[in-house]
């Protein structure tokens, strides 16, 4: 159900309402799921369902939505990915990608936090932590008192991450870090972050760390809230001033930072495709509600041809990236149950890369289209495809902007030889 929250706008009708695009039972005969797979949709329908209202009153206001970890905790949705035995509900990647689709519907906002607490965090934890680190955090991920972020880009560093200038040195028994991260989603709210540092004395790659962000000389610089959409996602400039880290919070070994960071970002990028995918929902949705009941010289909109372009783009993006993502999603399935198998490792890494690429492109030329459909009040702050359109433009930035995305296709076509950079 989508739920009326703002009441006549002053350009137009109030958000209308309108359903999840499709059922579960429908997704579940497409696919083929469990009834405990069934049941992490029906979970993630209420949840998202809940959340629209507070998503949409905190986009008008220009503000992160503190409800959404409140709202997936009691709908136990905070540790999708994690596995049972940490308390999470063990979901596999096709599933994890199926739950981010329906959280889009509900806006990209609440993608990214899930996106960045679940992909990028939790699993990348359940990846690469030991024993120790998996039960120190896992549990407290899965109820939601532990909220990760995923500190890679500084100031100086964004596509380029081996330009990093954030450095660790041994500091009794554990390790010291100081540097900057710039743009950190749930920076401001997450109680611990993945942050990626070199050593001060050279001679390596950087290492992986889990930092409590309570720790003495963690700082929130900044909110950054001049963004010009994903208002309700927090996101921030952090400054790390000699922050103690266990030495058993290192994420995998010293030196293999970027195997870490580029295995966190190839879950990131299909669970972003995925969120895209809810999102063009939405927009189709929305469209669809517009297009039939809109008129104007003298019949419904939808029964003028150029309008049936904009539903025919929308509706045909939405079925090609659903299809793109899915397939990146299950083969990151096959790939976990042959986790020794490099080349399915890197086939799951240019498929969730192509996936991110058309799904992020493609959500944002529908929610355009849709603003077009809807016209005047398309423009407006208060038409919920103005967030959409809003929102969606930073999918072709984060995890991986558009260019170093077709740097990486198009090396995967051409062969090594031809990578833009090493
Ligand atoms: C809202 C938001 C949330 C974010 N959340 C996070 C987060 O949680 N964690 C995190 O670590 N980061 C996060 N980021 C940062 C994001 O991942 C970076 O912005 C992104 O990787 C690009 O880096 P940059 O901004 O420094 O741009 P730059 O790297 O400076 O790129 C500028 C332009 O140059 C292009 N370019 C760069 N190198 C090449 C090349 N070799 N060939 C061709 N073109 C090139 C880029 O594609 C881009 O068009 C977030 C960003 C935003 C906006």
């Known amino acids: 159900m989508r739920i009326a929250t703002v009441k006549e706008p002053p350009l137009g009708e109030g958000i209308m309402e309108g359903q999840f695009s499709r059922s579960v039972e429908e997704v579940s005969s497409m696919v083929g799921l469990e009834d ?37 905790k009691r709908h136990g949705l905070m540790g999708v990915p994690i596995s049972k035995k940490y308390g999470g509900r063990g979901a596999r990647q096709l599933v994890q990608s199926l739950f981010l689709e329906r959280m889009g519907q509900a806006g990209l906002g609440v993608v990214t936090f899930v996106d960045v607490h679940q992909c990028l965090g939790s699993l990348t934890i359940q990846d690469w932590g030991s024993d120790e680190v998996k039960e120190r955090y896992l549990p407290g991920a899965a109820r939601g008192e532990v909220i990760l972020a995923y500190g890679l880009t500084e100031p100086e560093a964004g596509s380029d991450p081996a330009s990093l200038k954030t450095t660790y040195r041994k500091d009794g028994d554990g390790f010291s870090l100081t540097g900057s991260k710039y743009l950190i989603s749930n920076g401001s709210v997450a109680t611990n972050m993945i942050v990626f540092a070199y050593p001060e004395e050279g001679g390596k790659g950087p290492s992986a760390f889990i930092v409590d962000t309570k720790e003495k000389g963690f700082e929130v610089d900044m909110r950054l809230e001049e963004k ?4 309700t996602s927090d996101t921030s400039l952090l400054s790390l001033d000699e922050v103690h880290v266990d030495s ?21 990028r299909i669970g972003i495709g995925s969120g895209c995918v809810g999102v063009m929902e939405d927009c189709l949705s929305q469209v669809r509600e517009r297009a039939t009941s809109r008129v104007q010289h003298g019949k419904l909109i939808g029964k003028h041809q150029l309008i049936q372009r904009h539903v025919a783009f929308i509706e045909s993006s939405l079925e090609a990236c659903r299809w793109l993502v899915y397939r990146a999603a299950m083969k990151k399935d096959e790939y976990e149950r042959n986790p020794n198998d490099m080349a399915l490792r890197g086939e799951s890494d240019r498929l969730s890369a ?62 090594r030889d031809f990578e833009a950079y090493r």
């Open 36 to 72: 405990s797979e069934r049941k992490i949709l029906e979970d993630a329908d209420a949840a998202a369902t809940e959340l629209m209202t507070s998503e949409f009153e905190k986009y008008i206001e220009r503000k992160y939505n503190p409800e959404v970890p409140e709202v997936l």
């Open 248 to 268: 058993a919070d290192l994420l995998g070994a010293e030196g293999k930072g970027f195997s870490v960071a580029y295995s966190a970002l190839l879950n990131g």
């Open 354 to 415: 192509i996936a991110k690429y058309m799904a992020s492109r493609c959500a944002f030329e529908a929610a355009d289209r849709a603003v077009q459909v809807f016209g005047g009040f398309g423009y407006s702050i208060m038409s919920p495809v103005a967030k959409h359109f809003l929102d969606t433009r930073v999918a072709r930035i984060y995890e991986g902007t558009d260019e170093i995305m077709e740097l990486k296709i198009a090396s995967s076509v051409l062969g």
């Open 228 to 231: 010009i959409g994903l208002f």
